[in-house]
């Protein structure tokens, strides 16, 4: 799924790490959501949009 | 009904003990002591185990640096496909192998019985597990 994660993080100033630490999950996994390789699960996904202030659906932009 | 060869060498070994196609199966024969047998036992258990008393005692929060929430890891989806391809990669081999050391006519009867029997083992847990989920589910 096509996602904003990247530009968000980085309009942020977060590293890969710090926003793994803040969401409680490993760096690799931020990666992955970055690389479009890995859909999160929806409570991660509720998670991501709280940490920056967002609706879901401003971050993940469904393949339909 | 027709009777699968025997080798003369394994039907003179125990099908458990001293059993040449049997990993470590020698280390259980009569004749080894009880500290190789304890070790050999020790090697086999312990990676089930540590997990289980990893899985009970420790807790998560205590360890530094531990992801609050490892299921929505990357890493558990991995893991979640690596043990669904290796269910499925055993099932295959077992299968064919069983197939094959059976049709083939071999003198290892005993190694199609026990692919054959891995096989069904896997059959009972998979049926087993989908109905679990599927109660859950409901």
New interface residues.
């Given amino acids: 799924m096509k996602n904003r994660l990247a530009e968000l993080r980085k309009g942020q100033g977060l590293s890969q790490q710090t926003l793994a630490n803040k969401l409680g999950v490993s760096r690799q996994t931020i990666i992955s959501i970055e690389k479009e390789h890995f859909d999160p699960s929806l409570p991660l996904a509720f998670r991501l949009a709280i940490t920056f202030g967002l609706a879901i659906e401003d971050i993940f932009i469904p393949s339909i | 009904m027709r009777k699968d060869p025997v080798c003369s060498a394994c039907a003179e070994v125990n099908p458990v003990t001293n059993n040449p196609w049997v990993p470590g199966s020698s280390l259980l024969g009569e004749s080894s002591n009880w500290l190789a047998k304890a070790g050999f036992i020790s090697l086999v258990v312990s990676p089930i185990a540590v997990a289980l008393i990893w899985a009970i005692v420790v807790d998560r929060v205590t360890i530094p640096r531990a992801?609050?929430?490892?299921?929505?890891?990357?890493?558990s989806?991995w893991f979640d496909t690596a043990a669904k391809n290796a269910l499925l990669g055993t099932w295959v081999v077992a299968g064919v192998g069983a197939a094959l050391t059976k049709s083939l006519k071999t003198d290892l009867p005993a190694v199609s019985i026990t692919l054959l029997a891995i096989c069904g083992i896997m059959a009972v847990i998979f049926v087993a597990s989908f109905l679990w989920e599927k109660r859950r589910g409901q």
């Avoid at chain 2, 992801?67 to 890493?75: G, I, T």
């Fill in positions: 992801n609050r929430s490892p299921e929505d890891n990357v890493e989806r």
